[in-house]
Each structure stands twice: as structure tokens, then as C-alpha cells.
């Protein structure tokens, strides 16, 4: 199955005929140092000083690896970057050579060797990430840039349906989601609080980013698994949850999503499934504002389970109903 980063790009490793390929149009210090986890000397590579506006790919596959926006001066001899531009692009290696720990850093498509990472780094992450020129390809920014920096179609839907906590979990699972995010919206404007929502006096609801791939999955296999998660027709609570920011709503980011949304509500009231009336409201979608670290991931993390229901096969909710 593809892997496919949240920044939508392919991360799918090369077979080993492409691969080969690839090294092949190298030159033989780049492939020494990607290939073969060799290091250059310091204050000699050629993005060392490089202060343009752009990004910096993997040399063999092209991938994104780190932006201009995150690199500073650390004065250790090698270009370094206090994060990466996407995290799922760059791996992390246990490295005991030298008679040391460290920790490699590698292109997370292909596997080639960039260089360290160190937690001696500013803010906000703290962490340095020290990189071979070689391993890199500068692209400044306005450039024509080859198909392998550009991200393949992505698309993001929200959905809100009681406690975030295992509508994020369940979404999370489905073929095709490339990530599933708790958040707050369609509440007053500017940015809120889980203790404020939880007061009811913001009027945001309880949602869940989902970012995915049309590819693979269709917006509207989304939404038969956000009703197979819920009780529809349940209004201002779920389960044991009460409130506002309980309600089930479907916020939509396109015309064509707002029509999938009402046909699938047209259709599910004439199933005959439910003796009450979907309640699940549908409205343009506002700011998304990010939940609070604790929450994100929280049944995978804790282990604890809420009343959502499981809409995909072969999987089974953890911990017992809180």
C-alpha cells in the first residue's frame, strides 16, 4: 500500500532497479557519503553559507527534506536545520559507529544517508540537524521545480461527532488517510481553549481534521464511516457526552462535498435504520483551531476507548467505554 506523507508526497522507496539508477547518476563523493553514510569535511560543503529562500531535497530521489525557513548558523561546519520541512520524510538511525551513539538521519523514501541529528538545537524543537551538502539539492524558491518536489492530490474533510478522542482514532485507520487531527471549530472567532468549549460559551464543536487521499479513499466512503461511527440522530450530545460541542456536524470545504454530505444524509433517512431525524448539522467550515497535545492521539496513547463506534474491519477498540 502507499505511503503517502501528511504533506501529501509519495513515499513509496524505489525499487532497487530504480534505485540503482539513481545512485548511478551520481558522482562518486556523493555516493561515498549518501550510500555509504560518509561525512565531509567541515566548512567545506556548498550549502554551508547558502542563504537563499528555498528548499533543500534528497540529491538521489528528490524528496522535500528542509526548508530555508528552518535553517540558522550553528557554527558546526555543516548546513543545519532546526526541523525538518516534513517530519515523515526524514528517518531517525540508531548509529553506534565510531565508538558512539548517535543519531542518523536518512531520506524516509530512499534511505540515503544525510547526516545527524543532535539536541543542541534553538527553539522551538531544541534540536540541530546536521547535514552533507552532498546529500542535498537546493531548488530556490520561484524555480521550476521537477515532479518529485510536488505532492501528489490530497484532500480535507472535518468531521464532528461527540468526543474527538476515537472519531481522530477511527479515522486515523481508514484506508487512505494520510492523518486524522482533534480539533475545535465553528465557534467564535480567534482561538479557544478546551476549557472554553467545554463551557459552551464558544460555540465550537468537538472536530476532527482529516487529511486524505482521493486515490484511495472517496470523500463519501468518509462520510458512511463518520455515520457508522455515531448516533446521527443524537442532538447536542453523544453517548454519556452533553453539550453544544457535542453535536454532529459535517463541515464542508467545497460545493461538491456539501452535496455528497446531504445525499448521504437524504439517503440515510430513508434507510430506515434510525426512528428519529438525522441531526447532524451541515455547514461551510470555518477555522479549524488544533486541540491541545494531550488530546491528539489520546486512545492510541492511553488506551482508553470512547462510545465511538468502529467503522472499519478488522479492527478493534481498545480499553473499555468511558
Not at 80 to 85: K, L, N, V
Request: aromatic share 10%; glycine share 10%.
Amino acid at each position: 500500500m502507499t505511503s503517502i506523507s501528511k504533506s501529501g508526497f509519495d513515499l513509496t522507496p524505489p525499487n532497487e532497479a530504480n534505485h540503482a539508477a539513481m545512485v548511478a547518476k551520481l558522482d562518486p563523493k556523493t555516493v561515498e557519503i549518501t550510500q555509504r553514510a560518509g561525512t565531509e569535511p567541515a566548512f567545506c560543503g556548498t550549502l554551508l553559507d547558502n542563504k537563499k529562500p528555498g528548499m533543500y531535497t534528497c540529491v538521489v530521489c528528490g524528496l522535500p527534506l528542509f526548508s530555508s525557513e528552518h535553517k540558522y548558523t550553528s557554527d558546526s561546519g555543516w548546513p543545519s536545520f532546526f526541523q525538518p520541512y516534513d517530519v515523515d520524510h526524514v528517518a531517525r538511525v540508531d548509529d553506534r559507529s565510531h565508538g558512539m551513539s548517535r543519531t542518523e538521519i536518512e531520506c524516509a523514501r530512499c534511505g540515503s544517508h544525510l547526516g545527524h541529528v543532535f539536541a543542541d538545537g534553538p527553539a522551538p524543537t531544541g534540536e540541530r540537524h546536521c547535514l552533507n551538502s552532498a546529500s542535498l539539492v537546493f531548488h530556490e524558491q520561484g524555480s521550476d521545480v521537477p515532479v518529485t518536489m510536488k505532492p501528489g492530490p490530497t484532500e480535507v474533510a472535518y468531521f464532528a461527532g461527540g468526543c474527538f478522542w476515537g472519531i481522530e482514532h477511527y479515522f486515523g485507520k481508514g484506508p487512505g488517510v494520510i492523518d486524522a487531527e482533534s480539533g475545535y471549530m465553528q465557534g467564535k472567532e480567534g482561538d479557544t481553549s478546551y476549557e472554553e468549549v467545554c463551557s459552551g460559551t464558544s460555540g465550537h464543536a468537538e472536530t476532527v481534521k482529516v487529511l486524505f487521499d482521493p486515490m484511495q479513499i472517496s470523500y463519501r466512503e468518509l462520510v458512511d464511516a463518520f455515520f457508522r461511527m455515531h448516533n446521527p440522530t443524537e442532538v447536542d450530545r453523544q453517548g454519556p457526552d452533553i453539550g453544544t460541542q457535542y453535536r454532529s456536524g459535517i463541515w464542508f470545504t467545497s460545493p461538491e462535498q456539501e452535496k455528497i454530505a446531504r445525499q448521504a444524509i437524504r439517503e440515510l433517512g430513508k434507510s430506515g435504520k434510525y426512528t428519529l431525524p438525522i441531526a447532524t448539522n451541515i455547514e461551510a467550515a470555518h477555522t479549524f483551531h488544533p486541540a491541545e497535545a494531550y488530546h491528539q492521539d489520546y486512545v492510541a496513547r492511553t488506551g482508553r476507548a470512547c462510545h465511538t463506534l468502529n467503522p472499519w474491519p478488522n479492527e478493534q477498540l481498545p480499553g473499555s467505554p468511558h
